[in-house]
C-alpha cells in the first residue's frame, strides 16, 4: 500500500542521499563550500549509470553522432568572440540596507528586499564565468567554461577533416560546466560546478524545424528510458526576451520538483552563431563543404542540453516510494536496473552457517563477474537487509538457503517493487538480469 510522498519529500530525499552515501555537502569539514556537492559510493555509481546510459542513447547507438572530450579551461579569446563575454550573464539586484544579492529574474517584487524590506538598487547583468590566470606571471586569462558546447565548435573543423562526415551529424560530449551562480540553492539543482551531457547537430538551414522536432521527441524518449516520470515533465515554449543570447527557438522540459516546476532540459536552435563568431574570432574557416550541391557553407545548430545533477535528482524524486510491507512503513527507490549503484545483493539466509555463507559466496563471486555492481551482505537479518537495499534502490536480492545446498534447488530471488520472491537457478538469472538490464 503506497503512502503519502510528497509531504516533506525534499527533505527526505536530501537525508536519505547522506545517510546512505549518495551524496555530501561538498567541502564538508570546512563547513561546506556553497553550490559544490561530493557524490559517495551509491551516487558516484548512479551518476555513472546515467552518464554511460546517456552516452547509450545518443552517442555510440547513433550512426552520425561523435563523441569527444574537451578540456573545461578555455581561452579570454574564444569567450569574447562567441559573445559569452558580454551575453553569459545573469541579472542581479543587490539590497541597498543588508547588500544581500538577488537573481531579479526570481523574485516577484524587484523594489524590496525579500530579506530585510530595505530598498533594491538598479538590476544588473553579472557574468556567470570564472576567470581564471594562468601561466607564472598569472597574465594570461582563460576561463572555466560556463557551458561546453564551445568544445565542440572550437572541435567542428577537427572532426570534418579526421572523420569527414555527412550532414546531418553532431558533436557530443560529457562534463564540468562552472557557472558563478549569485544564489546556488535546491541541493543539486542549482550549483556551481556541475556536468552537462550535451551534443550540437549541425544540419542545413532549411532542415532546422525537421531535426529540431526530431530531437524533441528524443528527448521525450530519454526521459522515460533514464526513469523520470514523463508525466511531470512539461514543456515551456522560452518567449523571446527569456531565451540565451544566442538561441532563435528554445525550448525548456520542466520538471516537478517538490520545490516548484523547473528547468530539467534544453533543446535551443542556435543557428549558424557559434560557428561563424568563432570563424571570425579565430581567423579559421569553419564552414563545411556539401559535395553533393557542390556548396559551401556554415552548417546550423540544433541543441539538445541535458544538466546531469538535474537529471538524477528528477530521478530520484520519480523512483522515492514509501510503501507498508508486512508491518512495517518502507522507503524504496524504484530506480531502473540499468542505473541501479547496485543490481543485486547476495545473502546466506543465516549468518552463523558456514555453509551457507560459503555457498552465497560462491553465488556473489558468479553474479559479480557477470554484473559488477553486485554486493555481499550478511549482516543482520535478512528483513533489515532487504530494507537496506530497497533504501539504495536494488533491484534484486537473492538468498542462499538449506534448500540451496542440500536439494541443489536455485536460490530466491526477492523483487525490489512487489517484495514477491521466487525460486530461480543461478543460470535463470543471470540470463533474466541480462535482460532487464538491456531495456
Ligand atoms: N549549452 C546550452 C546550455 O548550457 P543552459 O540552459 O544554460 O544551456 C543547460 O544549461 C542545462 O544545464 C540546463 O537545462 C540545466 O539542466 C543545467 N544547468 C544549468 N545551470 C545549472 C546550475 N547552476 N546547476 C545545475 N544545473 C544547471
Excluded at 1 to 14: C, G, Q, Y
Excluded at 83 to 101: I, Q
Excluded at 220 to 243: F, Q, S, T, Y
Aim: proline share 4%; charged share 30%; hydrophobic share 35%.
Amino acid at each position: 500500500m503506497a503512502t503519502d510522498k510528497n509531504e516533506n519529500l525534499m527533505e527526505k530525499i536530501v537525508s536519505l542521499c547522506k545517510r546512505r552515501g549518495f551524496v555530501f555537502q561538498g567541502s564538508e569539514i570546512y563547513g561546506g563550500l556553497a553550490g559544490t556537492w561530493d557524490y559517495g559510493p551509491y551516487g558516484a555509481e548512479l551518476s555513472h549509470n546515467i552518464k554511460e546510459l546517456w552516452w547509450k542513447h545518443f552517442v555510440s547507438s547513433q550512426e552520425n553522432i561523435f563523441g569527444i572530450s574537451t578540456p573545461t579551461l578555455v581561452p579570454e579569446a574564444a569567450w569574447k568572440a562567441s559573445g559569452h563575454l558580454s551575453g553569459f550573464t545573469d541579472p542581479v539586484v543587490e539590497c541597498e540596507k543588508c547588500h544581500h544579492r538577488f537573481r531579479a529574474d526570481h523574485l516577484e517584487d524587484k523594489k524590496v528586499c525579500p530579506d530585510c524590506g530595505g530598498k533594491l538598487g538598479d538590476e544588473k547583468a553579472v557574468n556567470l564565468m570564472f576567470p581564471v590566470s594562468m601561466g607564472s606571471s598569472g597574465d594570461s586569462v582563460a576561463y572555466l567554461r560556463g557551458e561546453i558546447a564551445p568544445g565542440m565548435f572550437l572541435n567542428f573543423k577537427n572532426i570534418i577533416d579526421t572523420i569527414h562526415p555527412d550532414l546531418p551529424f553532431g558533436i557530443a560530449q560529457i562534463g564540468k560546466a562552472y557557472r558563478n551562480e549569485i544564489a546556488p540553492r535546491d541541493f543539486l539543482f542549482r550549483v556551481r560546478e556541475f556536468d552537462l551531457m550535451e551534443f550540437e547537430y549541425f544540419v542545413r538551414e532549411s532542415d532546422w524545424e525537421k531535426y529540431f522536432e526530431m530531437w524533441r521527441s528524443e528527448m521525450h524518449k530519454w526521459v522515460e528510458r533514464v526513469g523520470i516520470n514523463k508525466d511531470m515533465v512539461h514543456e515551456l515554449e522560452v518567449a523571446p526576451e527569456d531565451r540565451a543570447f544566442y538561441s532563435k527557438r528554445t525550448i525548456d522540459f520542466e520538471f516537478d520538483y517538490p520545490f516548484g516546476r523547473k528547468e530539467l532540459y534544453g533543446l535551443a536552435y542556435r543557428t549558424d552563431h557559434d560557428l561563424r563568431s568563432h570563424s571570425a574570432g579565430s581567423n579559421v574557416d569553419l564552414s563545411f563543404f556539401d559535395e553533393e550541391s557542390k556548396e559551401r557553407f556554415i552548417p546550423h545548430v540544433i541543441e539538445p542540453s541535458f544538466g546531469h545533477g538535474r537529471t538524477l535528482l528528477a530521478v530520484l524524486v520519480s523512483a522515492y516510494r514509501e510503501d507498508v510491507m508486512g508491518d512495517d512503513t518502507r522507503v524504496y527507490l524504484a530506480f531502473k536496473p540499468a542505473i541501479a549503484p547496485v543490481k543485486i545483493a547476495v545473502f546466506p539466509l543465516l549468518k552463523n552457517k558456514p555453509e551457507l555463507v560459503e555457498k552465497a559466496r560462491e553465488v556473489y563471486k558468479t553474479l559479480k563477474k557477470e554484473f559488477g555492481a553486485v554486493m555481499f551482505d550478511d549482516n543482520g537479518n535478512i528483513g533489515k537487509r532487504y530494507r537496506r537495499q530497497d533504501e539504495i534502490g536494488t533491484p534484486w536480492c537473492v538468498t542462499v538457503d538449506f534448500e540451496t545446498i542440500e536439494k541443489d534447488a536455485g536460490v530466491t530471488v526477492r523483487d525490489r517493487d512487489t517484495g514477491e520472491q521466487k525460486r530461480i537457478t543461478v543460470e535463470e538469472l543471470v540470463s533474466y538480469v541480462k535482460e532487464q538490464l538491456a531495456n
